[in-house]
Every structure is written in structure tokens, then in C-alpha cells.
Nanobody
């Protein structure tokens, strides 16, 4: 069973930066596509960013392109989400997800929450105006 633990959330002013981390254990990390999703109060969970197994392909939601960068360290079983130029509308609980159980990947496939097997508990990000 794969376990995912997110960290790095917090309160930041608009225009600031945060770096989220997601540490994985219990599986073969390098075999998993990874992703970040977020859920704001009263809203559905939405895709933020995804990265393929080797890190060679990355996908981003339009709302975060140019501001967020996802990366991974397969040696340390960790993925990161560097968030810059944060906006109040980025306020949400951010979730790490792993393992699409597929060798196929695309911008649409990797953006769908139903394709991921494992999920973390989430970390709160709050951006004040």
C-alpha cells in the first residue's frame, strides 16, 4: 500500500510563494505518475499539475501555468509543487495523488482524478489578499 504525506502548506500573502512536498512510501515511486489536485470550500476537486514517471512530461491547469512548477526526485520518493505569484483564488486544500496504473499519459488523462489510485490527506494553502 502506497502512503502519501503532503507538507509545506500555510498562510501566505498574495504575490508570495510556497513549496509543497509529497513524500511517498510503500511502493515503487519511479513507476508512478504523480499529480497535485486542490479543493476549495464548496467546490469540486480540481486538477493542478501532473508529472510522468521519469519527470519527462508535465501538465498544468491553465489557471496555474507560468506560476506553478511541479518536479520530482525519484531518489528520494518525493514530488514538489513550487507555487509562485500566489493569488487568493489559489486558496484550497492541496492533495497529492499517485499511480495511474497505466503506461499511457496525456494532458487530459493525467488531469482526471479518477485515474489515480493513491491519495494523501492534503495540506491547506491559504492566500490572503
Amino acid at each position: 500500500q502506497v502512503q502519501l504525506v503532503e507538507s509545506g502548506g500555510g498562510l501566505v500573502q498574495a504575490g508570495g510563494s510556497l513549496r509543497l512536498s509529497c513524500a511517498a512510501s510503500g511502493g515503487t515511486f519511479s513507476r508512478y505518475d504523480m499529480a497535485w489536485f486542490r479543493q476549495a470550500p464548496g467546490k469540486e476537486r480540481e486538477f493542478v499539475a501532473a508529472i510522468t514517471k521519469s519527470g519527462g512530461n508535465k501538465f498544468y491547469a491553465e489557471s496555474v501555468k507560468g506560476r506553478f512548477t511541479m518536479s520530482r526526485d525519484n531518489a528520494n520518493n518525493t514530488v514538489y509543487l513550487q507555487m509562485n505569484s500566489l493569488k487568493p483564488e489559489d486558496t484550497a486544500v492541496y492533495y497529492c495523488a499517485a499511480d495511474t496504473s497505466s503506461s499511457y499519459y496525456s494532458s487530459s488523462f493525467n488531469a482526471q482524478a479518477r485515474n489515480y489510485r493513491y491519495w494523501g490527506q492534503g495540506t491547506q494553502v491559504t492566500v490572503s489578499s
